[in-house]
């Protein structure tokens, strides 16, 4: 037996799919603390908080929220992504590559382009 096909019905499955679809797309993009600690290739710690966003940074993708920015692995040396994600989102305080922090030279070059600028 199947049911017949109203317009109540067919508006009410569309709008499930859609709904289940911008769940799943948000949850997909959201930064979790997980993502935040091993699932992402780069990940920032900023001097001050920033609302919510995501930006594309040298090939990269970047969201940051609070003090905390996650990104995808970009085009770039690792030092020059911590340039360009401080020119972006503002001071970086501690940056890491695939969880290996980045090491003191480059970090103190990061910063210094913050200063400086």
Known sequence: MTL???PLRQAAIA????????VTFGAALSP????????????ATL?????RRQEIIRGGTFICSGTICVGTQARSRPANVCKSVAE?????????VAGTDLDAE???ECRA?????
């Open 15 to 22: 709008g499930i799919a859609m709904l289940t679809t911008a």
């Open 4 to 6: 017949p096909k109203t």
């Open 47 to 51: 001097e001050q908080p920033v609302e």
């Open 113 to 117: 382009e913050q200063t400086e600028g």
């Open 88 to 96: 972006e989102f503002g001071p970086v305080a501690s940056f890491s």
């Open 106 to 108: 480059a970090l103190a």
């Open 32 to 43: 979790t603390p997980a993502m935040a600690r091993s699932g992402a290739y780069y990940r």
